[in-house]
């Protein structure tokens, strides 16, 4: 999870931000930012990761201050890609299906009884 928190969690001197770094454990969860995101010297803004989990890396805080009062975070996740499930499709091209002799197969075939039988029980 990432986003703008806005909870100072660098400072646990309110009940919001003990309550929620509790909880993250509680989840198992591990708040991955270590800086100051805010213009202001405060980390509001979270990157939030399983704790068991190995996933973000390479992680920095820019800072310019320009745009916005937030700092940009960069971070690599490290995610495997799944693998896809490979199907043979196989098709028979319309055009090149003999009608004639398609009808002549269905009707010659034991499909016109087994339909006729069905279509006549009440």
């Known amino acids: 999870m990432?986003?703008?928190?806005?909870f100072h969690v660098d400072?646990?001197?309110s009940e919001y931000v003990t309550?929620?770094?509790q909880l993250l454990d509680?989840?198992?969860l591990y708040q991955d930012t270590n800086g100051s995101t805010h213009k202001d010297g405060h980390t509001i803004d979270l990157v939030i990761s399983g704790s068991d989990d190995d996933i973000v890396s390479n992680f920095s805080i820019?800072?310019?201050?320009?745009?916005?009062?937030h700092g940009a975070i960069h971070?690599?996740?490290?995610?495997k890609k799944p693998a896809f499930d490979k199907?043979?499709?196989t098709f028979r091209k319309l055009c090149s299906v003999d009608f004639n002799n398609f009808g002549s197969d269905v009707l010659h075939s034991s499909l016109p009884s087994l339909f006729f039988c069905a279509a006549s029980v009440p």
Request: glycine content about 4%; proline content about 3%.
């Open 62 to 69: 820019d800072s310019p201050f320009v745009i916005s009062d």
């Open 75 to 79: 971070f690599y996740l490290k995610l």
């Open 11 to 13: 400072t646990c001197d």
């Open 19 to 21: 309550t929620f770094l």
């Open 87 to 89: 199907k043979l499709i």
């Open 26 to 28: 509680v989840f198992n």
């Open 2 to 6: 990432v986003g703008d928190f806005n």
